[in-house]
């Protein structure tokens, strides 16, 4: 808008009944959360990684769509945005993803967070769905310096799976052995000082430390100069042992 359209717009703001200044504060609200969600994802991402088609790093603004700036490539012409060649690319209704992330880490279903949002559960479903997928790729390349790592057992899931070669288990449910045994899946989370995380699946219990030393040391920018197995261990496969199979001390 132009700056003397603008001073006109705003002279007649005080011509607005009680009834629509709420109108227009509610809509002003709105706005502000998909203002918030566009300022992250720029501060994010912004386009200092080059073209999404290309990988050319020379580009220039061209505009902005959707409340994002948009960048247009000089090798390949190409335009994109912050959020182009990224599972959240062409997601619309910006402005709720925040309220999405919030209703994701409160657990709510699918549908429940539809209800909540105001929305369809086929796009909270699409959300979840491409929100996990960003979450799942979003990983450090390698840690670096003093790394702790601890694993952990957790029950198998086969949720989604058409051939299930067990018994199925409700609402969670608990493992029919005690202690460690197949249908546990062993969970290995390493972290560095400057809090890149790593995790890995490294199998059933039974698969040996040596596979869960190989994992962890090929997340390593080289061999740890020191490894710390935290916190206590629930079983006999613990970080001790993996301390030992790197050949250090755990502290
Ligand atoms: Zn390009």
Redesign the pocket.
């Given at each position: 808008m132009k700056a003397h359209e603008f001073e006109r717009w705003i002279e007649q703001l005080r011509a607005l009944t009680r009834r629509q200044r709420e109108q227009v504060k509610a809509l002003l609200a709105k706005d502000d959360d998909g203002a918030r969600c566009s300022t992250l994802i720029e501060s994010r991402l912004g386009g200092d990684g080059g073209?999404p088609?290309?990988g050319?790093k020379s580009l220039y603004r061209h505009g902005l769509a959707g409340g994002l700036q948009r960048y247009r490539?000089r090798?390949?012409h190409?335009t994109f945005n912050a959020l182009t060649g990224t599972p959240l690319a062409r997601l619309r209704k910006r402005e709720k993803w925040l309220a999405y992330g919030q209703a994701m880490l409160d657990s709510l279903t699918v549908r429940k967070a539809a209800a909540v949002l105001g929305v369809h559960r086929n796009t909270t479903f699409r959300w979840r769905h491409r929100f996990l997928t960003w979450a799942k790729n979003d990983r450090p390349a390698h840690l670096q310096g003093i790394t702790e790592a601890d694993e952990t057992y957790l029950l198998e899931s086969d949720k989604g799976s058409r051939r299930l070669a067990r018994k199925p288990r409700k609402r969670g449910g608990a493992a029919t052995q005690r202690g460690l045994s197949n249908e546990q899946v062993c969970v290995l989370v390493a972290r560095d000082r400057t809090g890149q995380t790593l995790d890995f699946v490294t199998g059933n219990p039974s698969s040996t430390c040596a596979v869960q030393s190989r994992r962890f040391s090929s997340g390593c920018e080289s061999r740890p100069a020191s490894f710390a197995p935290a916190g206590s261990n629930r079983s006999s496969h613990g970080g001790n042992e993996m301390a030992e199979a790197f050949g250090v001390e755990g502290h």
């Amino acid at each position: 808008m132009k700056a003397h359209e603008f001073e006109r717009w705003i002279e007649q703001l005080r011509a607005l009944t009680r009834r629509q200044r709420e109108q227009v504060k509610a809509l002003l609200a709105k706005d502000d959360d998909g203002a918030r969600c566009s300022t992250l994802i720029e501060s994010r991402l912004g386009g200092d990684g080059g073209c999404p088609h290309c990988g050319a790093k020379s580009l220039y603004r061209h505009g902005l769509a959707g409340g994002l700036q948009r960048y247009r490539c000089r090798s390949c012409h190409k335009t994109f945005n912050a959020l182009t060649g990224t599972p959240l690319a062409r997601l619309r209704k910006r402005e709720k993803w925040l309220a999405y992330g919030q209703a994701m880490l409160d657990s709510l279903t699918v549908r429940k967070a539809a209800a909540v949002l105001g929305v369809h559960r086929n796009t909270t479903f699409r959300w979840r769905h491409r929100f996990l997928t960003w979450a799942k790729n979003d990983r450090p390349a390698h840690l670096q310096g003093i790394t702790e790592a601890d694993e952990t057992y957790l029950l198998e899931s086969d949720k989604g799976s058409r051939r299930l070669a067990r018994k199925p288990r409700k609402r969670g449910g608990a493992a029919t052995q005690r202690g460690l045994s197949n249908e546990q899946v062993c969970v290995l989370v390493a972290r560095d000082r400057t809090g890149q995380t790593l995790d890995f699946v490294t199998g059933n219990p039974s698969s040996t430390c040596a596979v869960q030393s190989r994992r962890f040391s090929s997340g390593c920018e080289s061999r740890p100069a020191s490894f710390a197995p935290a916190g206590s261990n629930r079983s006999s496969h613990g970080g001790n042992e993996m301390a030992e199979a790197f050949g250090v001390e755990g502290h």
